[in-house]
């Protein structure tokens, strides 16, 4: 069985990792870089942001910032890192990330930092428009038994103003932290699993024992 995990990124990036515990540290948002900011002085280029036809420049002067995508977040994404991993020990787990610069991008993409997130649903239908992001994650829903959507408010409302989930198959088992008034709406697909997100937790430790929990008798319907 495969899960598949979507989550959004995060203005805190290029966290320390270190080199023998593999410990990740805390990030910063890039604009506070210095020796990005000096570098990218020299090449006459500003922050990065959603102007991927500068890609291939960026990628070659940022090339010592470069790392996959699940090196690249840190702050609240931890949190989702570390529990796709732990989906990983029992489970084929895929990781996805809505990105403001480059749409839907998988957890092992090799990208540059940047300064764009995307936070309202005009912004999530602009960056849709640029990127496909959510045909591609309806594609990606094609592959996998089980959904988990660790997204905020403004990103689960606007999947329900496009329709979003009512492409999803009926047989297609999907969990989602979300807010009380989304999980409301939600309620009416009987396929769906609907969790309270509370504070900045994308997850929260009693979500994630249940979604593990949810994931385990699925994995394995006789226990």
Do not use: C
Request: charged residues 25%; positive net charge.
């Amino acid at each position: 069985m495969s899960v598949l995990i979507i989550t959004e990124d995060t203005v805190t990036q290029l966290p320390q990792v270190e080199k023998w515990t593999n410990k990740i540290r805390k990030g910063q948002d890039i604009v506070n870089d210095i020796e990005i900011l000096q570098l990218l002085k020299i090449h006459n280029l500003t922050i990065p942001s959603d102007d991927l036809k500068k890609e291939k420049t960026y990628k070659s002067i940022l090339k010592n910032y470069v790392r996959p995508a699940k090196f690249m977040f840190s702050a609240v994404f931890s949190e989702v890192r570390d529990f796709a991993n732990e989906l990983a020990v029992f489970t084929q787990t895929d990781l996805y990330i809505i990105s403001g610069r480059y749409g839907l991008i998988n957890e092992n993409d090799k990208i540059i930092p940047y300064s764009k997130t995307v936070k309202t649903s005009i912004e999530l239908a602009d960056l849709d428009r640029k990127t496909d992001f959510v045909k591609s994650i309806q594609r990606l829903i094609g592959q996998h038994a089980v959904t988990i959507f660790l997204l905020p408010s403004e990103y689960i409302k606007f999947l329900l103003i496009i329709g979003f989930f009512n492409t999803i198959p009926k047989n297609h088992k999907v969990v989602i932290v979300s807010s009380t008034q989304n999980n409301f709406i939600l309620k009416k697909y009987p396929n769906f699993i609907t969790l309270s997100r509370k504070g900045l937790a994308r997850l929260g430790v009693t979500n994630r024992k249940k979604i593990i929990d949810i994931i385990t008798k699925y994995t394995n319907p006789e226990n």
